[in-house]
């Protein structure tokens, strides 16, 4: 199989993609239960359909490019899963073809060859969940554009400055996807200062093109006169360190055993054997530097799962190929790509199935509440509970319990109070799930809003 893909021919593509869709074929088949994050994009999806405005009309703290992602995913797909698992899939296979043209393009191996979007494919293989449509997954496509940006800066007869501004522009974007992605503006700066000749001017041009997005972003909410709005629900949250996992560290370890022993195997052989160019070692070190800023970003990252390791998988993928490629032996490069396959294919179907002591899904997946019985209904849950929302729709701006929380504790104050009147006037719920009672303070003080609705037991309303 080794031997298949390092030929260069486009049509060893299709390989790719046979081999993606027999990792990912279980997966298609038997589609796992919800995550928090896709009843999330299900839930913000709906709303930017009906028209409502991020942060304006909605409080979350998503990124504005992943809002409308979810958006356009609810527009084509609704709700199905394996709907957009399998668009999910198309979004993989398409990076790992942009990644091969990089690395033939570039130069960045000896040999030019189709076994980084091999790699690349299998590596996305190590967790069911890395299917999810998710701004992560939409980010990493703009991460892998800021990749072969600094590819070209590396290689010293192709030095321009549209393509230091387009690096700070993909690396924006991708901040835009998944805030935490602004990591790789810093690895960026590092990478050109240590190994590109060029002068403190080319790192402002950097930094001008990342803040060009976010400047458009911010004019345009204040055009609009609701920049309070963005700053609150979307800067300050995303500039915190608070951060939710989903998952036990002993899990994300357990789960990236294989990769992870491939990977110290690879750098290992790569300094032993390793023949490369001036440039091809400049873009090994900047690479090892993109990798740690990869870790960097698990720690920033708001919602740690194991699709936030995907950051990592075109580095590994780089120095994966480095490795197969300086393998001497034919029989021992072919038996160790099988253990790699079968390895990483192993190890996510039997974590999926439960298998693997260690690995849980428990907490990532949705689990069904109590109210089961209230079912497509446009619902408003005061509690930090979003599994109400699985078979129903939200109703008022407030999804976010924990940016949302501050309005409901604080019914003193005439803003919050209209508010939540207005709220309620154009997109009024059938359901209020108010296990801790914050509507009564609310109730008391808009009789009209009171009117409209009967106490059902336990804090919970339901409208006349």
Known sequence: MLRYFRINDPYRLLGVLVIGVLLFLPAFIDTPSITYPELKSFIIGEKIRE?????????????????????????????????????SFLIIFCQGIYLAVICINRKVFADSSYLPPLLFIVLFAFSYDTLALTGELMGSGFLLLAINNLYKELEFRTQRDDAVIGLGLFVSFASLCSFAYAVFLVASILILVFYSRRDPRTLMLLIVGFTIPHVLLISTYFLIGDLDGLVRYYYLPNLSFQSNSFVTLKALLLLGIVPMGFFLISLFVLSREGRLTKYQSQVLQSMFFWLVFSLVFLFFTKDLRPQSLIVVIPSLSFFLTHFYLSLQRRLIAELTLWIFLLGIGLMSYLSW???????????LTVRQNSNNTIVNQRLLVLADDPSYYKDNILATPFMNWGLSKSVFENPDYYENIVWVYESFRDDPPTYIIDPNGYMKPFFDRIPALKGKYHTLGEGNYLRK
Request: hydrophobic fraction near 40%.
């Open 353 to 363: 199935r439960g298998s693997i002591r260690g690995v849980d899904y428990d907490e």
């Open 51 to 87: 028209g409502n405005l991020p942060y304006a009309e909605l409080v979350d703290s998503t990124p504005p490019l992943t809002c409308w992602l979810y958006g356009a995913a609810d527009l084509f797909f609704g709700r199905s899963l394996v709907a957009r698992h399998i668009f």
